[in-house]
Every structure is written in C-alpha cells, then in structure tokens.
C-alpha cells in the first residue's frame, strides 16, 4: 500500500512539474494581448476562485476597460497587479526586472503579536544556533526554540543534539512567529522528529482541466516518524498571523500529533503550491495551482486556528505568548 501510495505521490508531483511552467503564445504582445493572457493563465489554473468567492469573470469585465495600448510597461504592471490583488493571495505575484507584484493583506491587517526584542530577551547572549534555530533550555527546564525560516537548511545531525541536549527538560516551545515559509521538506523534516507513528495530516489536490472546480480526488498527505531522535514529551508550537506558506503546513502536521499543542493566533494560510507560467512579453505570473487541506479535509489557505488562542499583552514586558506556553507545559507536568 505505501509503495503504491508513493508512485501515486511521485506521478501527481510529475504532472505537476511538467505543466508548472506554460508560455503562452497566442496573444500579441501588446497590453491587451497582455492582459488577456494573464487573464486566461489564471480562469485556467488558479486553485481559488470558488473557495473565495471570486467573480472572475466580472473581474476581467472591469479592468479591461482601462487597458488601452498607449499605456507604459510601468502602468500596465500597476493594472495588472491591481487585478491580481483582487485575489487576495500571498502566494500570486507578477514578476518584473524591476519589481514583484504582490499581496501582503493577509498579515498587514493584522496584530503582529510578535516583538524580536522580547525574544531576545528570553536567549539572551549564551543561546546556541543550529540549521537556522536559536535555541535555549530557559531557567525553569523548558526547551525554547525559535526557527524563523523554514528556507533555511535542516541538518538532522543538527536536530539530533538539539533533541537529545532538550531530553531532560518537562517540554519544548518551538517558536515559528514571524516564519513566513520556506521549503516543504524542511517542514516535514521537523514536524517527523514529534511522531513515532505514521499519521494522517491532510490532503491535496491538482487541477485536471480548465473549469474552476475540474480537480482530481483529494489525495491523502502521510507524515511518517523520523528514523532519527525523536522528541517524546510535550510540544508548544507558537504561532501567529505571519506564519505563512511551508509554516502553515507545518503547523497543519504538527496539529495532528497527540503530543503537540497549537497556541497563539491564527496562522496566516497559504495552502496552495505556486507554480508560474509567462505573459508574451517575458513577465513571469506566480499563482496558487494545487490547494492542500487538513486531515477533516478542510481547506487551509486562509490560516489554521491554534488549539489555545493567546491575547498579546501590548504593556507587558515579558512575551505573553511564550508565558502562557511555559505555565502551559508546567501545568501538564504537575497533573
């Protein structure tokens, strides 16, 4: 069964790299020709139009009036952004030698509730620094990491002695605020060292036609244990509105582990895999092609509620998410 399941995951990912990259040819390249086939690219591959909400076809309606061909390359990008942001999606971008089109609502409308300095506090100047994490056994025996982008390599003889030199302690807060992602095996890298059993985490789909809603089966998504150290103790993954693309997958795995508590706030989605595809004039469109969603099959584009929702203390001097993480884990260790 696992061997027909990876084939199956191996042929889905084939299919995937082989219609990632698609140049369009049959329009001029003019700005309406342009906008026409940015148009299309989209109507044909975005994964969201339907879970969004999105009136696309009243959406090409009102921005092709504003198209004429006098316009700049310049005011043809602002234009044709302008309709991608319509989108609302972290994930879809217009890419340009002189800039990148994008949406970033999906954080800038919300609290923070994160404050570098505080976490600087907590290391302070004798933390270690491994595969990208920072981290500390604080002063009441709880393993602190912070691990701000999951772009950044995961060595497993790296998490190997930070989970043997955090063996002792009564549990660890793993920090991923402010992450905005990164890679996916990185992600499942980490999330394999909190499970000794194969577990269910989600699902994913792929477009196989044109329609806004001709998608495949939901595929299932596996997270297998580690054959390396694996952590046995209670787990606190803090998380908030930044935690974004791979970290939101992340986040999705570990919400499914027995050991492992989700707290802070919502993250912030990002659930479709971007693949990209070209406008005749040589810019480069970055969308969201194949949505992923949970182990209820629920979709997680737009974020992923925590376990335990912490308010952000504007006038305490302390960091009140990894607080309440702490008197979490002490209040595990003393029932």
């Known amino acids: 069964m696992r061997k027909q399941q990876t084939i199956g995951i191996l042929l889905l990912f084939l299919i995937f790299l082989f219609s990632s990259c698609v140049k369009i040819e049959e329009y001029d390249n003019n700005p309406r020709g342009n906008f026409e086939a940015l148009w299309k690219i989209m109507d044909e591959k975005y994964c969201f139009f339907s879970y969004k909400d999105v009136d696309w076809n009243q959406i090409h309606d009102n921005y092709s009036k504003r198209i004429n061909d006098k316009m700049t390359d310049e005011e043809l990008f602002n234009l044709l952004n302008e309709m991608l942001q319509e989108l609302k999606d972290g994930h879809v971008n217009l890419i340009t030698n002189w800039d990148i089109g994008r949406y970033w609502g999906w954080f800038e409308d919300y609290p923070e509730n994160f404050d570098i300095k505080l976490i600087d506090k907590y290391l302070g100047r004798d933390y270690a620094i491994a595969s990208g994490m920072n981290y500390k056994i604080l002063d009441d025996n709880i393993g602190y990491i912070y691990y701000g982008d999951f772009s950044l390599g995961i060595s497993p003889n790296s998490l190997d002695y930070i989970l043997t030199k955090f063996a002792g302690c009564e549990g660890i807060i793993l ?74 997958d992340f986040v999705c795995s570990m919400r499914s582990l027995p050991l492992v508590t989700i707290m802070g706030d ?65 209040n595990l260790n003393q029932e």
């Open 175 to 248: 920090d991923v605020r402010n992450n905005g992602g990164g890679l996916l095996s990185n992600s499942t890298e980490l999330a394999s060292r909190f499970t000794n059993e194969r577990v269910l985490t989600g699902y994913i789909q792929h477009k196989i036609g044109k329609g806004h809603n001709d998608f495949s089966e939901l595929f299932p998504i596996y997270l297998d244990p580690s054959a390396r150290i694996r952590y046995q103790k209670p787990v606190v993954v803090l998380t908030n509105r930044r935690c974004y693309s791979a970290t939101n």
């Open 266 to 330: 919502r993250t912030g989605g990002g659930s479709g895999l971007p693949f990209s595809s070209e406008l005749p004039n040589g810019w480069s469109v970055r969308f969201s092609a194949c949505p992923n969603f949970n182990a209820d099959k629920e979709h997680i584009e737009s974020g992923i509620d925590p376990d335990i929702e912490i308010s952000w203390d504007y006038d305490q001097s302390d960091d009140s998410f990894i607080e309440a993480a702490r008197n979490y884990l002490k």
